[in-house]
């Protein structure tokens, strides 16, 4: 009798270890291809190259049925933008957005090198035409966030910077359709040394299966709570490259919104390196004369 009796709690505990163990493996699974998923969006092609025409527009915004509408005139600014990959494996990237409209300011501009290098920061750069200098952007401490945001929009700087792979933690949630398409929904929680440095606690981002672009984001901030929403519409191919033509960023807590509007592109086209550097921003003549050559491409 004793002897059954240990045989029948060996058998029990060998269940529990098999579903113990069936229960652990989906998860380890899950997480994996959540993280090769992400990889996949991070390394799509996107061309080597980009020039465009852009428009800013940012306004404080009401809700009227279902549609968010401006409830004032919307600020608008017209900008040049020119990007290259660089490095040995053109892995990094510089990129420059110059202010064309409103004329007062005209000559404004934003400069970023993003890295490849796993905890490497993001360099930025902004240049106000009416002090003549070029101020780098950095945050108060080594742990704390960069604050600001671009041309005075609800895209702020860490909105601007290329994610890291390793510097965040992946978990997919489920799949679902969004926009018409099929989607992956997958939670992406910054590292401890990320978050440190990080405006967000943790995002939520609907991955389109197809194209591997992340066509809407929940960004929450370092409270847990709701802080933008980020949309991309207007998909479209160029060049066979998947392109957003239209960003909306709807601020859920100041109740602002902004929307990036790529009215031209051209990928892949000759872009000089020594173009995309601090001179840009602060020599007229060299601005101009490298600028009217990629304004070709966009005719």
Known sequence: MKKDRVMRIVMLLGTLVLVLGIAVVPFTGQAQDAKAIMKQVLDRD???????????????????????????????KVM???????????????????????????????????????G????????????????????GDDNEPTEGSFFGSEFGYEDLERRQLEEYTYKLL??????????????????????????????????????LLVLKSILYDRQGKRSKRVTLRKVEQVNDIWVARYISVN??????????????????????????????????????????????YLK
């Open 46 to 76: 996107d061309g080597t190259t980009e020039v465009s025409l852009q428009k800013l527009s940012t306004c404080r915004y009401a809700k009227k049925g279902k549609k968010l509408v401006c409830a004032e005139s919307p600020r608008v």
């Open 80 to 118: 040049e933008s020119v990007r290259k990959d660089v490095g040995p494996r053109e892995k990094d990237t510089k990129s420059v957005s110059l202010i064309l409209e409103p004329p007062v300011e005209r000559g404004i501009g934003f400069l970023q090198y993003d890295y490849d290098e796993d």
């Open 120 to 139: 490497r920061d993001t360099d930025q750069w902004m240049y106000l035409s009416a002090f003549g200098k070029v101020k780098r952007i950095v945050s």
């Open 174 to 211: 489920k799949s679902e359709t969004y926009q018409k398409r099929d989607t992956w929904v997958i939670e992406s929680v910054p590292t401890p040394a990320r978050a440190r440095k990080s405006n967000y606690s943790k995002s939520i981002l609907w991955v389109d299966k197809e194209r």
């Open 251 to 296: 601020n859920l807590q100041t109740k602002r919104m902004s929307t990036l509007v790529t009215e031209r592109l051209a990928l892949n086209v000759e872009v000089k390196e020594n173009f995309l550097t601090q001179r840009v921003l602060t020599d007229g003549a060299f601005r101009e004369g490298g600028l009217e050559q990629m304004r070709a």
